[in-house]
């Protein structure tokens, strides 16, 4: 269950570290031929996003900070599950890990 933020924009989250701020794809409620899909066909997640924001990345042993993989506006395959809910107006966004991203989407 996501919390209702407090703040105006989702510009004002900035991730710390190496958390990377996503909006999920909407599943589609009509077919290509016009057919509405019921609410139980589409309530299910999809695992593609949209990188909204990413922090600076995370140190590694020396204390090197190592940068985030990906950026904004990149495409991303995500898991089933995890990421800390973030809900804004009628929007959800999610926060990651970006060693919890499965892989970028190159179109």
Do not use: H, M
């Not at 701020?21 to 077919?31: A, D, G, N, Q």
């Amino acid at each position: 269950q996501a919390a209702q933020a407090t703040f105006k924009s989702i510009k004002a989250v900035v991730p710390l570290l190496d958390r990377v701020l996503v909006r999920r794809f909407k599943p589609e409620t009509k077919t290509a031929s016009g057919v509405y899909l019921p609410s139980s066909a589409t309530s299910q997640p999809l695992p593609e996003a949209t990188v909204i924001a990413t922090g600076p990345g995370a140190p590694d042993r020396n204390g090197k900070i190592v940068p985030t993989n990906v950026k904004a506006g990149d495409r991303v395959l995500l898991p089933g599950w995890g990421g800390s809910p973030i809900k804004l107006g009628d929007e959800e966004y999610y926060l990651f890990r970006d060693s919890e991203i499965l892989a970028k989407i190159q179109e």
